[in-house]
T-cell receptor, first 113, second 115 residues
Framework: GENVEQHPSTLSVQEGDSAVIKCTYSDSASNYFPWYKQELGKGPQLIIDIRSNVGEKKDQRIAVTLNKTAKHFSLHITETQPEDSAVYFC????????????FGSGTRLLVRP | GAVVSQHPSRVICKSGTSVKIECRSLDFQATTMFWYRQFPKQSLMLMAT?????????EQGVEKDKFLINHASLTLSTLTVTSAHPEDSSFYIC???????????FGSGTQLSVL
């Protein structure tokens, strides 16, 4: 089955710096890759997603890149702010009729003021 | 945006009792809902896929008689933890797939503590 690996497990950056989180997936049939932000005691919130027919997608300070050949995708957050501090999860789906998501292990991002 | 409501947000129960968690899609119809379990500082583990009007599909290792799932309508799925034990204590999260849309939207989660 699909396996998603995520690195790093923790990331500490200075406010204003950029943060990059990387994921790899095992199933070449995966074609949908969302990123979620989870704050303590809350459910995950979708922040950006990308499909396999696109190499890059950007939404203000957040961008996601996808390398289908290498089966890598990454989340880039620029001009980080303290409120960006949270746990970030990548996920992958084969996009079949149920769009079942397999999650990475999560990255705890701390943005230091 | 799509809103998924999950209740209760927190429940404490005695060992041996059953607990029901509700997941509702408030402003859209959800053909499919998913139930996840999350232990502290760990990732979300898929427990089961719930399709409206049919039996849920459980992931390997998840006891279907322990975790009863009902998806009776396009806006409501319930998870019942039967005869709960302390090891069932966890954060349970549902998500809903809007019919015809790829994106999944998550509920706010339920923290279950079994004493």
């Amino acid at each position: 089955g699909e396996n998603v690996e995520q690195h790093p497990s923790t990331l500490s950056v200075q406010e204003g710096d950029s943060a990059v989180i990387k994921c790899t997936y095992s199933d070449s049939a995966s074609n949908y890759f969302p990123w979620y932000k989870q704050e303590l005691g809350k459910g995950p919130q979708l922040i950006i997603d990308i499909r396999s027919n696109v190499g890059e997608k950007k939404d203000q300070r957040i961008a996601v890149t996808l390398n289908k050949t290498a089966k890598h995708f990454s989340l880039h957050i620029t001009e980080t702010q303290p409120e960006d501090s949270a746990v970030y999860f990548c996920a992958a789906s084969k996009g079949d009729s149920s769009y079942k998501l397999i999650f990475g292990s999560g990255t705890r991002l701390l943005v230091r003021p | 945006g799509a809103v998924v409501s999950q209740h209760p947000s927190r429940v404490i129960c005695k060992s041996g009792t059953s607990v029901k968690i509700e997941c509702r899609s408030l402003d859209f119809q959800a053909t499919t809902m998913f139930w996840y379990r999350q232990f502290p500082k760990q990732s979300l583990m898929l427990m089961a896929t719930s399709n409206e009007g049919s039996k849920a599909t459980y992931e390997q290792g998840v006891e279907k008689d322990k975790f009863l799932i009902n998806h009776a309508s396009l806006t409501l799925s319930t998870l019942t933890v039967t005869s709960a034990h302390p090891e069932d204590s966890s954060f349970y999260i549902c998500s809903a797939q809007r019919t015809g849309v790829v994106k999944l939207f998550f509920g706010s989660g339920t923290q279950l503590s079994v004493l």
